[in-house]
């Protein structure tokens, strides 16, 4: 079983075991000097979830209402998507590589007339996890060498 969803123009999946729960997106609150892509936090069951603005993320406008999807595991993480949708016989297939993909993608489901390319979520949150390591290097949100030294 997958949950499929839409960012910016592309049809995406993941596992419905990777996902906890979908809320509306209220309560989102942006966090100054953050990367576009991190949305901000919001709560939720359990505590604070950080929120990644898969558009942005891929570079794409948004072009509908949007949901947080509250995917499981550590470090706790929202997904700001569109139009998810459980979808229970999904068949896995090759899937041609994308040229120039912000998203890290992996491999693609088919479902009924439709593929979706697959998230490949680990690598997300390595890649989300590296964000604030670049921030440093580049000195910080106003060119201070250790803006959190003072």
Known sequence: MHV??????LDLAVPAAAVTEIVPATGV??????EPAVAGVMLGSGGVIGIVDLDRFAGTASTGA????????????????QAPDA???????????LEGAALPLL?????????FHRV??????RRLRALPAARR??????????????
């Open 120 to 125: 490949d979520l680990d690598e997300l949150r």
């Open 29 to 34: 609150r942006h966090l100054p000097g953050m």
């Open 66 to 81: 949007r949901v947080v999807m509250v995917l499981a595991g550590e470090p706790r993480l929202g997904l700001l998507v």
């Open 4 to 9: 499929t969803f839409r960012a910016g123009s």
């Open 87 to 97: 979808v229970s016989r999904a068949v896995d297939q090759a899937s041609p590589a």
């Open 107 to 115: 491999g693609a489901v088919r479902c009924a007339d439709k593929s």
């Open 137 to 150: 290097r580049r000195g910080g949100e106003h060119g201070d060498p250790d803006p959190g030294g003072r």
